[in-house]
């Protein structure tokens, strides 16, 4: 099985950027991609896509575990139109994540 890396900036500053790793076996087999935020703690995964549990599903990492809404299954596409639906979405949504994470991290300080 052949890997692909690849990384690029969502922002000028570079502290917002997607991670996408895709695995071939005559052709597309799996991906995962990932928007990073650089904190002061460093590189914070807040949104995931990849099919981990065993389907394809987007995962809201800066929500609590076990809430709702923290994992989405992805819809019966196939595998490359679903990598390009992950990484259109995040393109268009990080500054959403973004604003989402921060207001999380607000109403969960002791």
Same mark, same amino acid.
């Given at each position: 099985?052949?890997? =692909?890396?690849? #990384?690029?900036?969502?922002?000028?500053?570079?502290?917002?950027?997607?991670?996408?790793?895709? !695995? @071939? #076996?005559? /052709?597309? $087999?799996?991906?995962?991609?990932?928007?990073?935020?650089? #904190?002061?703690? /460093? !590189?914070?995964? *807040?949104?995931?896509? %990849? +099919? +981990?549990?065993?389907?394809?599903?987007?995962? *809201?990492? @800066? *929500?609590? !575990?076990?809430?709702? /809404?923290?994992?989405?299954?992805?819809? %019966?596409? +196939?595998?490359?139109?679903? *990598? $390009?639906?992950?990484? =259109?979405?995040?393109?268009?949504?990080?500054?959403?994540?973004?604003? #989402? @994470? !921060?207001?999380?991290? =607000? $109403?969960?300080?002791?």
């Amino acid at each position: 099985m052949k890997e =692909e890396y690849s #990384e690029y900036p969502l922002d000028f500053e570079g502290l917002h950027f997607v991670r996408i790793i895709a !695995r @071939y #076996e005559k /052709g597309l $087999a799996d991906f995962v991609v990932i928007y990073f935020a650089i #904190e002061r703690n /460093g !590189r914070m995964p *807040l949104v995931t896509y %990849d +099919s +981990s549990h065993g389907f394809f599903h987007k995962d *809201l990492r @800066y *929500l609590p !575990r076990g809430s709702i /809404g923290r994992k989405m299954k992805l819809p %019966d596409f +196939s595998v490359k139109d679903l *990598l $390009a639906f992950a990484i =259109e979405d995040v393109h268009r949504n990080w500054q959403k994540y973004y604003s #989402e @994470y !921060r207001h999380e991290k =607000e $109403a969960t300080k002791p």
